[in-house]
Each structure stands twice: as structure tokens, then as C-alpha cells.
């Protein structure tokens, strides 16, 4: 080859190259290192936001336990849920009222017995709902508390 009137050995070939390489190379390290800062920065504003969003939450549901109106308690849930719930609803239309407000207090954290205190339900009736829960979305009742959980945590 001829550049500038010289010719180029192969040591000068391999030395280019070599040069080309290790800039490629170093670009692709440094991307790498980018963008894993990048992924630790989004875990922590993930983990960050599920924290807050526990706190509201358990704000709420010791706001919630505080009312002596059982139902009015109930009904604040369904209007801060109101999206949330209406699309459960689309997604498993043979939920009953019922169903759907057990199924937000399970997915919100909430103990049973606090569950059986909001509901006014007796443990046996609860169980069966927790049953019937399972059926109508297409899980078992072992697995409702961890389902239930993902269809009202942000992901």
C-alpha cells in the first residue's frame, strides 16, 4: 500500500490494526461501565419508589384501621384504586365485589385477621373467598398472597 509516497509493512498493517482494535475496545469497555452505572442507578430509584410506595400504603391502611366505619374505609380504597381496579376487573370479570376488596386488602400487605376486622367476615367464610379468588384468576390459594401482591406493586 501506498500512503503519503511510503509503503506499509505488515508490521505497520498489524499495528494499525492493533491501534483500531484496542480503541474499539476501549469504547466497549467504557460503554459497558456506562451502562452498568446506568442499571444500578435505575435499581436504586426502583428499589427507592417501592419503598415510598409501601409507606403510602401503610399509611393508608393504618388510616383505613382507624375508621370505625368499616365501609366507608372500603369505599376509600376503591376510589384511590379506582384504575387499578377497574382494569382486575376487565382482566378477571368473574370477581364479585367482594372478591375484588379482599383481593386489594391481600394485595396490599394487609394481615388476615385485620382482613377479617375490615370485611366482617368470619375465618372459615374468609378462606373459602381466598379459595374462590383463586379459581376465578387462575391460581391457587397458596399462591393468592404473592399474585395478589404483583397486581398492586408498581414493577
Given at each position: 500500500?501506498?500512503?503519503?509516497?511510503?509503503?506499509f509493512?505488515?508490521?505497520?498493517?498489524?499495528?494499525?490494526?492493533?491501534?483500531?482494535?484496542?480503541?474499539?475496545?476501549?469504547?466497549?469497555i467504557?460503554?459497558?461501565?456506562?451502562?452498568?452505572?446506568?442499571?444500578?442507578d435505575?435499581?436504586?430509584r426502583?428499589?427507592?419508589?417501592?419503598?415510598?410506595?409501601?409507606?403510602?400504603?401503610?399509611?393508608?391502611l393504618e388510616?383505613?384501621?382507624?375508621?370505625?366505619?368499616?365501609p366507608?374505609?372500603?369505599d376509600?380504597?376503591?376510589h384511590?384504586?379506582?384504575?387499578?381496579?377497574?382494569?382486575?376487573?376487565?382482566?378477571?370479570?368473574?370477581?364479585?365485589?367482594?372478591?375484588v376488596?379482599?383481593?386489594?386488602?391481600?394485595?396490599?400487605?394487609?394481615?388476615?385477621?385485620?382482613?377479617?376486622?375490615?370485611?366482617?367476615?368470619?375465618?372459615?367464610?374468609?378462606?373459602?373467598?381466598?379459595?374462590?379468588?383463586?379459581?376465578?384468576?387462575?391460581t391457587?390459594?397458596?399462591?393468592?398472597?404473592e399474585?395478589?401482591?404483583?397486581?398492586?406493586t408498581?414493577?
Amino acid at each position: 500500500m501506498l500512503m503519503d509516497g511510503h509503503f506499509f509493512n505488515e508490521v505497520d498493517l498489524f499495528v494499525i490494526a492493533y491501534s483500531v482494535v484496542a480503541l474499539t475496545v476501549g469504547f466497549i469497555i467504557e460503554r459497558i461501565v456506562s451502562l452498568k452505572r446506568e442499571l444500578t442507578d435505575l435499581r436504586i430509584r426502583l428499589l427507592t419508589n417501592q419503598r415510598e410506595q409501601a409507606m403510602r400504603y401503610q399509611l393508608l391502611l393504618e388510616q383505613i384501621k382507624q375508621q370505625s366505619d368499616k365501609p366507608q374505609a372500603l369505599d376509600e380504597l376503591q376510589h384511590i384504586f379506582g384504575d387499578k381496579l377497574h382494569q382486575l376487573r376487565r382482566q378477571y370479570p368473574a370477581l364479585t365485589d367482594t372478591d375484588v376488596q379482599v383481593l386489594t386488602l391481600i394485595g396490599l400487605g394487609v394481615e388476615n385477621h385485620e382482613i377479617l376486622a375490615l370485611t366482617d367476615m368470619s375465618k372459615r367464610t374468609y378462606y373459602k373467598r381466598r379459595q374462590l379468588i383463586a379459581q376465578r384468576i387462575g391460581t391457587t390459594a397458596a399462591q393468592l398472597d404473592e399474585v395478589a401482591k404483583g397486581l398492586f406493586t408498581t414493577k
